[in-house]
């Protein structure tokens, strides 16, 4: 599972639009099926957690577009 999601997030920078929007949906996806349960921090969040300060700037440096507002309504953590 953890290289999965590293995998996928460095998907979110892939120049195809196509293979973002599929990581995005995937991590997501891996959230939502591991938060059913919340007797402690589900794991793709401490995965992730290393990550999130350069998801972020990834965030902050996408030109307004599609796939923006599709990362800013699916994201997983609060970004701004």
Do not use: W
């Not at 990834?58 to 953590?77: E, W």
């Amino acid at each position: 599972m953890k290289e999965k999601l590293e995998l996928l997030n460095e998907r979110l920078r892939d120049h195809d639009e196509a293979q973002r929007i599929f990581a995005l949906a995937e991590i997501k996806k891996e959230v939502a099926g591991a938060t059913s349960s919340m007797t402690s921090v589900p794991k793709p969040l401490k995965f992730l957690s290393k990550h999130y300060q350069g998801m972020k700037d990834h965030y902050i440096t996408l030109p307004a577009s599609a796939f923006k507002v599709f990362f800013s309504v699916n994201q997983i953590l609060i970004i701004e």
